[in-house]
Nanobody, 123 residues
Framework: QVQLVESGGGSVQAGGSLRLSCAASGYTYRMAWFRQAPGRDREGVAAIYTGGSLASYTDSVKGRFTISQDNAKNTLYLQMNSLKPEDTAIYYC???????????????????WGQGTQVTVSS
């Protein structure tokens, strides 16, 4: 059982930055950030292989968001720059402890989820 605790959400104006953190209580194989806006499906934002630096991003955040990890602290980060109103959503941290793919933006490949943190970007 892995517990995930997110922090760092908030409200910013368009063009601003936020950094999300996700502290994991145990071993993970892959981790990711997902988001869900009102009335929309959950969307994979960025994923990382916790045993290395392999990462993947959804097209809409490439060049603006960076996923990273601090293995010593068992913590995942999402640095979000140049935020847009369409980035407004609840952001969730997700983890898996095994698998074939080293990273994945498919929510079906994760079994542990955080409680979510709200990100609001105003124009």
């Amino acid at each position: 059982q892995v517990q995930l605790v997110e922090s760092g959400g908030g409200s910013v104006q368009a063009g601003g930055s936020l950094r999300l953190s996700c502290a994991a209580s145990g071993y993970t194989y892959r981790m990711a950030w997902f988001r869900q806006a009102p009335g929309r499906d959950r969307e994979g934002v960025a994923a990382i292989y916790t045993g290395g630096s392999l990462a993947s991003y959804t097209d809409s955040v490439k060049g603006r968001f960076t996923i990273s990890q601090d293995n010593a602290k068992n913590t995942l980060y999402l640095q979000m720059n140049s935020l847009k109103p369409e980035d407004t959503a609840i952001y969730y941290c997700a983890a898996a402890t095994s698998g074939v793919a080293r990273y994945s933006l498919n929510s079906n490949n994760y079994i542990y989820w955080g409680q979510g943190t709200q990100v609001t970007v105003s124009s």
